[in-house]
């Protein structure tokens, strides 16, 4: 018997773009002192050790073709927001 196919997704926190190469990477270069380019590497190394971090299971933001995927919503956070104390709404940080 065949698993049934997703009818929606919600990824929190997914990692779409293991290469790195985002501008979202670099934007914040200097900005922010914990997560740079190089706090994930290890991580990375350990997940998928000699892989090419360019192939669509790794980085479907980039490479992989979607078509038949089910509607999904992706929480991000845009460079320069961050989320309030409340909890359901975001503020400038800029």
């Not at 670099?26 to 000699?50: H, Q």
Request: aromatic share 6%.
């Amino acid at each position: 018997m065949a698993c049934p196919l997703l009818r929606r997704s919600s990824p929190f926190s997914a990692s779409l773009d293991l290469t790195l190469s985002s501008g979202s990477m670099s934007g914040k270069e200097g900005i922010d002192p914990i997560f740079t380019r190089e706090t994930p590497r290890p991580v990375l190394a350990m997940y998928c050790p000699g892989e090419d971090v360019h192939q669509p299971l790794l980085s479907p933001a980039l490479t992989a073709d979607l078509t038949g995927f089910p509607p999904t919503l992706l929480y991000m956070t845009p460079l320069g927001w961050r989320p309030c104390p409340a909890g359901n709404r975001a503020a400038r940080t800029d």
